[in-house]
Antibody, heavy 124, light 106 residues
Framework: EVQLVESGGGLVQPGGSLRLSCAASGFTFGTYWMTWVRQAPGKGLEWVANIQQDGSETYYVDSVKGRFTISRDNAKHSVYLQMNSLRVEDTAVYFC?????????????????WGQGTLVTVSS | DIQMTQSPSSLSASVGDRVTVTCRASQNIRSFLNWYQQRPGKAPKLLIYAASSLQSGVPSRFSGRESGTDFTLTISSLQPEDSATYYCQQTYNSPPTFGQGTNVEI
């Protein structure tokens, strides 16, 4: 059974940092693109970042470029999101998800498995 | 970025009704259109991918169609467990973008 379990969320002050983790099981982790999607309270879904199977390619939404870093450790079956210079508007539930298939340049497959999410609150 | 516009933003229907949600892309996205269902407090669930392909394990009452830059999600016979918010998503161009969501009440 495919499982994705996020952790690392919490309350942080503006300008602070947080590292989210997503532990994967039930599939061959190193053969899938992985992604992070967030959802502000009461709002819709926003894609944040994704990472290629070996970590050599990463992509970000403009609003987090230069502040967030996605990475992965295939030996630990985990994907991470390092979040620096956090802003109030980064407050959201952060989901990790697995891409169903390939991502190639601009085109990407959908995400077929999602974790339950971890809440990040940025507030003074 | 490609804008995805969903309509309606919410709807109320009865068990057994046929329900249609529409999503319009701001430019050509070929068939790179996916539909997700999100129940309150839960993670999104993939329903339809590539505009009309049913994800494994999803009931056949869900279907998707495309017509140019317009895409529709149809629930042929609404069930109580279909009460949720539905999102379209384009994955043709980076960044992948979602519609604003359609809340379906029963």
């Amino acid at each position: 059974e495919v499982q994705l379990v996020e952790s690392g969320g919490g309350l942080v002050q503006p300008g602070g940092s947080l590292r989210l983790s997503c532990a994967a099981s039930g599939f061959t982790f190193g053969t899938y693109w992985m992604t992070w999607v967030r959802q502000a309270p009461g709002k819709g879904l926003e894609w944040v970042a994704n990472i290629q199977q070996d970590g050599s390619e990463t992509y970000y939404v403009d609003s987090v470029k230069g502040r967030f870093t996605i990475s992965r450790d295939n030996a630990k079956h985990s994907v991470y999101l390092q979040m620096n210079s956090l802003r109030v508007e980064d407050t959201a539930v952060y989901f990790c998800a697995r891409h169903k298939g390939y991502c190639s340049g601009d085109n990407c497959s959908p995400t077929d498995y999602w974790g339950q999410g971890t809440l990040v609150t940025v507030s003074s | 970025d490609i804008q995805m516009t969903q309509s309606p933003s919410s709807l109320s229907a009865s068990v057994g009704d046929r329900v249609t949600v529409t999503c319009r892309a701001s430019q050509n996205i070929r068939s790179f259109l996916n539909w997700y269902q999100q129940r309150p407090g839960k993670a999104p669930k993939l329903l339809i991918y590539a505009a009309s392909s049913l994800q494994s394990g999803v009931p056949s009452r869900f279907s998707g169609r495309e017509s140019g830059t317009d895409f529709t999600l149809t629930i042929s016979s609404l069930q109580p467990e279909d009460s949720a918010t539905y999102y379209c998503q384009q994955t043709y161009n980076s960044p992948p973008t979602f519609g604003q969501g359609t809340n379906v009440e029963i």
